[in-house]
């Protein structure tokens, strides 16, 4: 067994308990990166992600509709082998997104933003295995889970699972206020099992807010035999919507067992 754990509280991308010698984290964006996409250490790790409704070609000329999702996460890049059980464990709070205005200043990372609540964008914060580096590439394999924040609600959901998961209670979004004192953490889990003797049903994604919790299971075959999982970490990503969304995480844990 091995388990890697960081309290970002303390500020870093250095672990706190790691297998000698400890391996930092490295941040990793999208393609496209807006000058105010940024991660800052403040009582934890904020990572903001900002998308534009328009950008430049690159030759120049009138600019034109951005229809890519945008990230930003911090990753573990050490190769897990094939053949164990791995599970990833991230603890966050304060969401926060804005929609539908430029963003023209960075943003404050205080603690009195406004609350979350429905808008005009999707985004999500997520645990994952990747193949390839920190860098979030199309082409890279992920298993996730992410706490997705849509206009009716907040859904735990698995991209490319096929799982259309129902969202949760309503309530959530007042609980996840970045107004709250002190704030409320919401955890996210994956868990992925490449044992041989592994059920078809292979990887679980669970979400917790306060006292309401989800989960389900789905089988993940994405990482082919013997492919080692090259990255592991959080991210925070805008799927659709011109605006900004941040969010802060408190701790990361990533847990290996044969």
């Known amino acids: 067994m091995s388990r890697a754990f960081y309290d970002f509280t303390l500020g870093g991308y250095a672990p706190?308990?790691?297998?000698?010698?400890?391996?930092?984290?490295?941040?990793?964006?999208?393609?496209?990166?807006?000058?105010?996409?940024q991660t800052k250490f403040w009582q934890g790790m904020t990572l903001t992600v900002v998308r534009p409704?328009?950008?430049?070609?690159?030759?120049?000329?009138?600019?034109?509709?951005?229809?890519?999702?945008?990230?930003?996460?911090?990753?573990?890049?050490d190769p897990i082998p094939a053949g164990g059980q791995v599970r990833l464990r991230a603890v966050f709070e304060r969401p926060y997104a804005s929609f539908g205005a430029p963003v023209t200043h960075p943003?404050?990372?205080?603690?009195?933003?406004?609350?979350?609540?429905?808008?005009?964008?999707?985004?999500?914060?997520?645990?994952?295995?990747?193949?390839?580096?920190?860098?979030?590439?199309?082409a890279d394999v992920r298993c996730a889970a992410t706490c997705q924040?849509?206009?009716?609600?907040?859904?735990?959901?698995?991209?490319?699972?096929?799982?259309?998961?129902?969202?949760?209670?309503?309530r959530s979004y007042a609980d996840l206020s970045p107004w709250s004192s002190p704030p409320v953490p919401f955890v996210l889990e994956i868990e992925l099992d490449r044992r041989p003797t592994a059920p078809p049903m292979n990887a679980r994604a669970r979400l917790a807010i306060g006292e309401v919790t989800d989960h389900?299971?789905?089988?993940?075959?994405?990482?082919?035999?013997?492919?080692?999982?090259?990255?592991?970490?959080?991210?925070?990503a805008i799927v659709n919507g011109d605006g900004l969304a941040?969010?802060?995480?408190?701790?990361?844990?990533?847990?290996?067992?044969?």
């Open 216 to 236: 389900f299971e789905f089988a993940f075959t994405g990482f082919a035999a013997g492919q080692a999982i090259d990255a592991a970490g959080v991210s925070v």
């Open 53 to 77: 409704a328009t950008v430049s070609p690159p030759g120049g000329g009138a600019p034109q509709p951005f229809a890519d999702p945008v990230s930003l996460g911090a990753f573990l890049v």
């Open 149 to 170: 924040f849509r206009p009716t609600g907040i859904r735990l959901n698995a991209p490319g699972s096929g799982v259309n998961h129902a969202e949760v209670d309503h």
């Open 246 to 258: 941040m969010v802060r995480v408190r701790s990361f844990e990533v847990l290996v067992l044969p």
């Open 16 to 37: 706190d308990v790691a297998p000698s010698p400890g391996i930092a984290l490295q941040e990793g964006a999208s393609a496209y990166r807006h000058p105010y996409t």
């Open 107 to 138: 943003p404050h990372h205080g603690p009195h933003l406004p609350p979350v609540g429905p808008g005009t964008g999707t985004w999500a914060v997520g645990v994952l295995l990747k193949s390839g580096t920190a860098a979030d590439v199309k």
